[in-house]
């Protein structure tokens, strides 16, 4: 039984709304909504952003060279996940799912606005707002499409499956819509587009409120009224001596934009490290717990290798595409940055289609670890398949058939959708009970290291030959998704009752 379905809480919906979007709760069209608007910015903006760096400041950019652009998209990118670890501790504890929405769809709103206005300046407190507010905001939202449901509630898995309809139909708008515009009219136009999405977003959630479950809690887990004053004074005097040192520092020429996307790289080491070292020695995990933590690992850097290739196809691969690519389809002629919107294509229109495959097969459906190292594996193709035409060229002034991009993102949207809802589901069912509510952080550190990883990497694009690149690249994943294959009779052994 739904959640929505007593109507007796007034922080519930009414019990009309129980089935009346296809069959599901209304507040899952508020929150998908959310979804659509929140990715439409988020990627149409990181469609145009490595772009942005990279483009002459004669033109409108920061003049950045090819490797560095890729790795402060990277280096944000870090930061997004990072913050996000603390955005689900903040929901639990003080501010409640609803208002942690809320506030981090504000902030990501000032935060395009802010990029918007063509300073470079500008640009640094726009990314650091939109880090925030996405940090507050991508935990939360899929906790609260959550409460919309009982615990038995039978619909539960289709109501995610549209929710995550919803983040792929912005994925492939929200490219189409700023790539125009930042290649037609300006980089800032296009960062404008993305703040008037986030807008329209937060009008529509507000506008529905009354349509979400548990709207009204302050937070599930929510500290003592004690507590809760020392830990937001501790917080902003945490914000305000980080922001003080950071600025001394680089106005002291030590903490440049190299030595930050260093640090941001460690901290993501760092993260995930200490985090299972907690829980493997935490007394509140039982030995049976402990037995599937280890497999998880295995996982967890699945995920990262899968990641690091995958973030690429806003950074690298938009780079490869915008010099090396036609961006010409049957006559069509399009912005370079119009490729992200392949991706997101392709997962919704692939999407059902796997799920109805594994519907099919039922019990014969591949392992859950077979999954994801099947995803691995398309994403070391989806380079391995730059190696062909980036091949044999004399100069760097060659053209290659946007087809070869398209059909990159194709075995990458595969892998995706592979990987994320194997990835996801594994985690919340290995996951000690203990830290049953942290789940998403895991899931986000694993993000968060793929993109310090990646900062790094990326370093070396335009510095080594492109098929080199590539080809390195794509074999490592390939080799990591063949390891965990040939890990499968122990990862089926250890994993249970993951199937």
């Not at 060229?393 to 592979?418: C, F, N, P, Q, R």
Request: net charge neutral.
């Amino acid at each position: 039984m739904s959640h929505t379905a007593t109507g007796t809480d007034p922080a519930q919906p009414p019990p009309e709304d129980d089935h009346a979007f296809f069959g599901q709760p209304r507040g899952l069209m508020t929150l998908s909504g959310l979804e659509v608007w929140e990715r439409f910015s988020f990627l149409g903006m990181q469609a145009i952003l490595v772009l942005f760096f990279a483009d002459q400041v004669s033109d409108g950019g920061l003049g950045m060279d090819p490797g560095t652009a890729a790795s402060v998209s990277a280096a944000y990118g870090t930061l997004v996940y990072l913050v996000s670890v603390a955005g689900g501790w903040l929901a639990d504890r003080i501010l409640g799912s609803y208002r942690a929405v809320l506030y981090g769809g504000i902030l990501i709103a000032c935060g395009h606005y802010a990029m918007a206005v063509p300073t470079a300046t500008m640009t640094w407190v726009g990314l650091g707002l939109i880090s925030a507010g996405t940090g507050l905001l991508k935990p939360n939202v899929a906790s609260m499409v959550g409460k919309l449901y009982g615990t038995e509630d039978d619909r539960r898995d289709a109501g995610f499956a549209l929710y995550y309809m919803g983040i792929n139909i912005g994925a492939f708008v929200g490219p189409l819509v700023t790539g125009w515009l930042g290649e037609h009219a300006s980089w800032h136009w296009g960062f404008s587009a993305a703040a008037f999405g986030m807008t329209l977003g937060l009008i529509q959630y507000v506008a529905g409120r009354r349509h979400l479950a548990g709207r009204k809690h302050a937070a599930e887990y929510a500290l003592a009224p004690g507590p809760m004053r020392r830990a937001v004074l501790m917080i902003m005097a945490g914000i305000v001596v980080v922001a003080v040192v950071a600025t001394a520092l680089a106005l002291a020429g030590w903490l440049t934009m190299d030595r930050f996307v260093d640090v941001l790289t460690l901290v993501s080491v760092i993260a995930p490290v200490v985090y299972f070292v907690v829980m493997f020695r935490s007394p509140r995990v039982t030995p049976e717990e402990r037995g599937r933590l280890r497999p998880y690992v295995v996982l967890f850097l699945a995920s990262v290798v899968f990641n690091f290739i995958l973030f690429q196809a806003y950074s690298t691969m938009i780079l490869l595409a915008s010099t090396n690519a036609r961006a010409e389809i049957f006559g069509f002629h399009f912005p370079a940055s119009w490729y992200a919107s392949a991706l997101g294509a392709f997962e919704v229109a692939l999407a059902p289609v796997v799920a109805a495959v594994w519907a099919r097969m039922g019990p014969r459906q591949p392992h859950a670890s077979n999954k994801i190292a099947i995803g691995v594996i398309l994403g070391g193709l989806s380079f391995l398949l730059m190696v062909l035409p980036t091949s044999g060229h004399a100069d760097e002034t060659y053209k290659m058939a946007a087809w070869w991009i398209v059909g990159s993102y194709l075995l990458l949207g595969l892998g995706d959708i592979l990987l994320e809802t194997s990835g996801m589901s594994a985690t919340t069912k290995l996951a000690p009970k203990a830290f049953a509510s942290q789940t998403m952080a895991l899931w986000f550190l694993s993000l968060a290291l793929a993109n310090g990883i990646q900062a790094q990497v990326v370093k070396l694009y335009g510095e080594v030959s492109n098929p080199a690149y590539f080809g390195v690249n794509g074999a490592i994943a390939v080799a990591a998704g063949v390891a965990v294959i040939a890990a499968a009779p122990w990862l089926r052994r250890t994993m249970h009752p993951v199937h």
